[in-house]
């Protein structure tokens, strides 16, 4: 940084901010995440609760859920994506414009849940389009929600703005393949550019992660 | 309602030539039901529906049931009479379980609350219901090929990351060397061994 940290402060005291464009942008972007207004089984309910004024999701500039996917910049996959569903959902995610996040919010979103050995269920939303925030639970508590938001928004925060990003590189696309209605399951049943199986199970084990993290 | 007995007695005078049968296969219900078979299925029910004894009106259920030993697809009706207060009255007709002989005549114009359920009862039974007027899957999509809800539906093989597996999933899952934890695996043996 360029500027030193105790003349920062000094004119922050004066009521002056010195900070990189880049934070300034970021700062914007992550307090008006605003969510589609997008609800598929009964994980929606603890969303609407937390958009409702006992949670109050506004305190985190986020309450404006739009009813179109045009306007959003974030995809709350709340419920169980149904194989019937899934296309329609990664349609909705392509629709979105760019900078766009996604929480998978439950069980049944992260990975099929209780209905994963269904034969029509999806076993998670990250098998079609790239997924932010995972939130376990079933369904999660609206303070869970939020966390998610949370993370999120550091997420963002933490972002730099340039090519590696996906939107501001021209060559690489930012539509998802749609799957198609094949004649037993999805075709294909992954979008194997945004998920793979891990190779071992070892690589997954909560020692692996923190170490990773 | 009269007693089964009774209906059965009275429905066979009227429909000469049904087979007519009272099975008493769940125990647990405690309701005998009437099986007919599929040739008079629909005068059956036309006459349970129109007689002044029954006037059952009213259809709430139609499900099916796949019994792979008996070689049969049973559809099962429960019926009600909203005018006399009484039901429910459960009838059951069985179709040959092969896909180009699973057809029963439909119900549906006797009974028009049966449409969408017969429509159920196709798309995860394969069971075709003659004379329905709309007969097209309801709940997967319409380029499914199979019938989910029959015993030797075999699910697409998408077992290649199973972090909870346990049972059939777990022996599809290493049967096309999925990733599981080794712990699923070694509780897997050592119940076998038991």
């Known amino acids: 940084m360029a500027v030193d940290e105790g003349l920062r402060s000094e004119l922050q005291k004066h009521g002056i901010f010195v900070l990189p464009i880049e934070q300034l942008y970021n700062w914007g972007r992550k307090s008006s995440i605003w969510p589609l207004q997008f609800g598929l089984a009964c994980c929606a309910i603890e969303m609407i609760a937390s958009a409702a004024s006992r949670y109050d999701l506004a305190r985190f500039g986020a309450e404006v859920f739009r009813a179109t996917p045009?306007?959003?910049?974030?995809?709350?996959?709340?419920?169980?994506?149904?194989?019937?569903?899934?296309?329609?959902?990664?349609?909705?995610?392509?629709?979105?414009?760019?900078?766009?996040?996604?929480?998978?919010?439950?069980?049944?979103?992260?990975?099929?849940?209780?209905?994963?050995?269904?034969?029509?269920?999806?076993?998670?939303?990250?098998?079609?389009?790239?997924?932010?925030?995972?939130?376990?639970?079933?369904?999660?508590?609206?303070?869970?929600?939020?966390?998610?938001?949370?993370?999120?928004?550091?997420?963002?925060?933490?972002?730099?703005?340039?090519?590696?990003?996906?939107?501001?590189?021209?060559?690489s696309t930012t539509e998802f393949p749609i799957p198609g209605y094949g004649e037993h399951d999805l075709e294909p049943p992954a979008n194997r550019e945004v998920w793979q199986p891990p190779r071992n199970y070892s690589d997954v084990t909560i020692q692996e992660v923190l170490k990773k993290s | 309602m009269e007693a089964i007995e009774r209906i059965k007695e009275v429905v066979s005078q009227t429909t000469p030539g049904a087979k007519i049968e009272i099975i008493n296969s769940t125990p647990a219900v405690q309701q005998p039901a009437l099986l007919v078979d599929r040739d008079h299925i629909y005068g059956v029910a036309k006459f349970l529906k129109e007689d002044p004894r029954f006037q059952m009106d009213f259809c709430s259920c139609v499900t099916g049931v796949d019994y792979p030993k008996l070689g049969v697809i049973e559809v099962v009706y429960h019926l009600y009479s909203v005018a006399l207060k009484h039901g429910p009255f459960v009838l059951k007709v069985r179709a040959p379980r092969e896909l180009g002989e699973c057809h029963l005549p439909s119900l549906t114009p006797v009974w028009r609350g049966c449409e969408f359920q017969e429509r159920e009862a196709y798309d995860l039974y394969g069971v075709k219901f003659d004379g329905h007027p709309d007969l097209r899957r309801i709940l997967m999509w319409d380029e499914f090929k199979d019938h989910p809800m029959r015993k030797d539906y075999e699910p697409p093989m998408d077992y290649e990351w199973e972090p909870t597996p346990h049972d059939d999933t777990l022996t599809r899952a290493r049967g096309i060397s999925g990733i599981v934890p080794p712990s699923a695996i070694e509780e897997a043996d050592k119940a076998k061994k038991k």
């Not at chain 1, 569903?85 to 900078?99: F, G, H, I, K, T």
């Not at chain 1, 209905?115 to 925030?133: H, T």
């Open chain 1, 70 to 171: 045009r306007q959003a910049d974030l995809m709350i996959v709340a419920g169980t994506v149904t194989k019937k569903m899934a296309p329609q959902v990664v349609r909705l995610y392509n629709q979105m414009p760019e900078p766009k996040y996604c929480i998978a919010m439950g069980a049944c979103a992260i990975s099929g849940g209780p209905f994963k050995d269904g034969y029509n269920v999806l076993k998670g939303i990250d098998r079609y389009i790239p997924v932010d925030v995972h939130i376990p639970g079933c369904p999660p508590r609206p303070e869970a929600l939020i966390h998610a938001i949370m993370t999120l928004q550091r997420k963002i925060a933490g972002q730099q703005l340039g090519r590696e990003q996906r939107w501001y590189d021209k060559a």
